[in-house]
C-alpha cells in the first residue's frame, strides 16, 4: 500500500502527458488504473480489519484473572432487595457486571450452614456433609448452635472429601491469604471459609457483655487484626445495622494486617433481625436503611482497595445464602407430632423452618407417618415425601399426587440430602407457610423449597467478567467453580458448573456443561416460581 502511494504523483503526470499527445486513447489505461486503485483500497481494508480483529481478540485474551475476590454474603437478602433506590456502589458493579435473576440456593436445608458450605464447596450437602443445622445419625442428634462444633462441621467437610475455594486456591498459590468473616454467624464464617482458610473470625459477647471479634482455634488471625481501634462495642445489645458495619470493619482491619487474596464476608443482620423479626420485604423502611448501610460500606472496602492498587484487580461476588419468605400461615406442630406418634415412633430430631424435615426412631414408619401427615389437610402443607430405597439406593417418594414438574423439582432439592444422615420425612409448605413455633413471634422464614426461600441475587463483577444481565437458572454450587475458573484456578470434584455466560473467555468444555446445566436447571426453577399458581 505504501508503494502505490509514493508512486502516484509520477503516474498522474505520466498520464496527464499522454492526453496532451494521444488524446482519447489514453482513457482505457485510466479506468484500468482506477479500478486496480479500487482493488488495492478493497484489500487494504480487509486486511487492516483483519489485523485489527486478531488484536482485539488478542487483547481479550491476554485480560488478566483477577488477584484478588471479595465474597459477600447478604445472610437471608432477597433478589428484590438489591432494588432498592440509593445504592451506588452497587449500581456500579451491576452497570460493570453479570447480574443473574433466576439465582436459587438448589439445595435442602436453604439454612445459613449448608448453604455457605455449598458456597465454599460448589457441591450440595450431598457432597460436602452439611445439612443445616442439625441432623441425625444412628439416633444420635449432631448440632452446630454452639462454636465449639465448628472445627468438627469442617472435619466433615474434608471427610466428605469436598474441595474449597480457599483449598484450590491456596494449592495453586501456597502463600495466598484467606479471609472469612462473620457478625456472630460462626456457623457461616467457618463453612465459608472451610479447613484451608488462614483466619476464620466471628463477633461474640465477652465477660463484660463487650461485644468483641474472637478467632476460630486453628485458623486466629494475627492479633493487630482482633486488637485493631474500633472493633469492640461497649454492649452485646446492638443498633440496628450495627453488626453488619462491624463485619465491615473486621473486615478491613483484616485486609489492613493480612492482605489477603481471598476476602470472604457474611453480613447477618438481613437474615436476622431483618428478616425473621422484621419480615423482610413486609418492613421496606428497614430494608432501604440496611440496604443503604451496606452499601456505604462496600463503599469502604472498595476505597480502601483504591488505596491500595488493588481494586482494578478483585472480583466482587455478592449473593446470599438463602431466600426470606414473609409467613401467612403457621402448621402446628401438634399436627406433626400426633402423625409421629399415631405411627408407633418417635422423632429423635424435626428441623423445623419453611419445611420440616423429620428423622425417625424407626426409619420403617417413615411412609405411614407421610400419610398421617397428608391426612391432617393442612392447607399449608403442599406435599409429604418419606425416604425409602430403589434399586438399593436411598431415594425419597411422595405420599400424595403431585404435578409432574413440581415432583420433578422437589426430587431435585431432595437428593441434595441423600449424604448418609438424611431425615425420612420432608414436608413442604405452600408459599408462605412456616412449621417453626408462632410464639417466636416470626414474621418471615426460610428453608424449604418454596420460592421466596430458594431465590438468591447474584452479581459479578471485576476482570474477566461480561457485562449484562442473564434470566438463564443459575444455584449456589455454581458460585465456586465460576470464581475459580475466573481467577485462573481449574475446579475441580465440585458439582457446581462454570458460570460461563458470565466469562468473557470461558473453556469450550466448560461452555457445553453450562448449557446442559440450563436445560435442566430451567424447568425445575420455573416448576419452583410457579408452585402455588392456579
Avoid at 433478589?79 to 439465582?103: K, R, V
Avoid at 452499601?295 to 438463602?322: P, Q, S
Wanted: charged residues 20%; aromatic residues 6%; glycine residues 8%.
Amino acid at each position: 500500500m505504501r508503494q502505490t502511494q509514493s508512486t502516484l504523483p509520477s503516474w498522474r503526470q505520466a498520464q496527464s502527458r499522454r492526453r496532451q499527445h494521444a488524446g482519447v486513447v489514453g482513457l482505457p489505461f485510466i479506468v484500468i488504473a482506477t479500478v486496480y486503485l479500487a482493488i488495492a483500497t478493497a484489500v487494504g481494508a480487509v486486511t487492516a480489519s483483519a489485523l485489527h480483529n486478531r488484536s482485539t481478540a488478542a487483547a481479550v485474551h491476554i485480560v488478566k484473572p483477577p488477584r484478588y475476590l471479595v465474597l459477600m454474603v447478604l445472610d437471608g437478602a432477597r433478589p428484590d432487595y438489591l432494588g432498592e433506590p440509593g445504592l451506588p456502589h452497587l449500581a456500579q458493579l451491576e452497570a460493570q457486571g453479570m447480574t443473574y435473576s433466576n439465582a436459587i440456593d438448589g439445595i435442602l436445608e436453604a439454612e445459613t450452614p449448608a448453604g455457605h458450605a455449598t458456597i465454599a464447596t460448589g457441591s450440595r450437602p450431598d457432597h460436602d456433609g452439611v445439612l443445616g443445622f442439625d441432623w441425625v445419625t444412628d439416633n444420635t442428634r449432631y448440632s452446630v448452635f454452639d462454636p465449639s462444633q465448628m472445627g468438627t462441621m469442617q472435619q466433615i467437610m474434608e471427610s466428605a472429601g469436598a474441595t474449597t475455594i480457599a483449598g484450590l486456591y491456596k494449592r495453586k498459590y501456597p502463600s495466598a491469604k484467606v479471609v472469612a468473616l462473620s457478625g456472630h454467624k460462626y456457623y457461616a464464617a467457618a463453612p465459608l471459609g472451610g479447613p484451608s482458610a488462614d483466619a476464620i473470625i466471628w463477633y461474640e459477647g465477652d465477660s463484660n457483655n463487650h461485644y468483641v471479634p474472637v478467632g476460630m482455634p486453628g485458623h486466629l488471625p494475627p492479633s493487630a487484626v482482633l486488637n485493631a481501634p474500633g472493633l469492640v462495642y461497649p454492649t452485646t445489645r446492638l443498633p440496628d445495622g450495627t453488626e453488619d458495619h462491624l463485619a465491615t470493619k473486621l473486615a478491613i482491619a483484616a485486609v489492613r494486617a493480612m492482605h489477603p487474596r481471598l476476602l470472604l464476608i457474611n453480613y447477618p443482620e438481613f437474615d436476622w433481625p431483618l428478616g425473621h423479626v422484621d419480615g423482610g420485604p413486609l418492613n421496606q423502611a428497614k430494608v432501604a436503611t440496611d440496604m443503604q448501610g451496606w452499601d456505604a460500606d462496600l463503599g469502604r472496602i472498595e476505597e480502601l482497595y483504591r488505596k491500595e492498587g488493588i481494586l482494578d484487580k478483585t472480583l466482587f461476588v455478592i449473593t446470599a445464602d438463602h431466600g426470606m419468605m414473609p409467613i401467612k400461615h403457621f402448621v402446628p406442630a401438634t399436627e406433626i407430632d400426633d402423625a409421629i406418634t399415631s405411627a408407633g415412633t418417635t422423632a429423635p430430631d424435626i428441623a423445623t423452618n419453611s419445611s420440616d424435615f423429620i428423622w425417625l426412631a424407626d426409619p420403617t414408619k417413615a411412609q405411614t407417618v407421610t400419610l398421617n401427615i397428608l391426612a391432617k389437610r393442612d392447607p399449608g402443607i403442599a406435599s409429604a415425601y418419606y425416604l425409602t430405597t430403589v434399586n438399593g439406593r436411598p431415594a425419597y417418594r411422595s405420599a400424595g399426587h403431585l404435578p409432574p414438574a413440581m415432583d420433578q423439582a422437589n426430587q431435585y432439592l431432595l437428593d441434595a440430602l441423600l449424604n448418609g444422615h438424611e431425615p425420612q420425612v420432608v414436608v413442604f409448605g405452600t408459599e408462605g407457610t412456616s412449621f417453626s413455633d408462632p410464639s417466636t413471634g416470626w414474621k418471615a422464614d426460610h428453608g424449604g423449597n418454596t420460592w421466596e426461600s430458594q431465590h438468591v441475587p447474584l452479581v459479578l463483577a471485576g476482570p474477566g467478567i461480561r457485562s449484562g444481565t442473564s434470566n438463564a437458572a443459575v444455584q449456589l454450587d455454581d458460585l465456586a467453580p465460576t470464581i475459580l475458573a475466573d481467577m485462573g484456578v481449574r475446579p475441580s470434584d465440585m458439582e457446581g458448573r462454570v458460570l460461563t455466560d458470565a466469562l468473557l473467555t470461558p473453556k469450550r468444555s466448560d461452555v457445553k456443561a453450562r448449557r446442559t446445566e440450563i436445560r435442566s436447571l430451567d424447568p425445575i426453577v420455573t416448576a419452583l416460581r410457579h408452585a402455588d399458581s392456579p
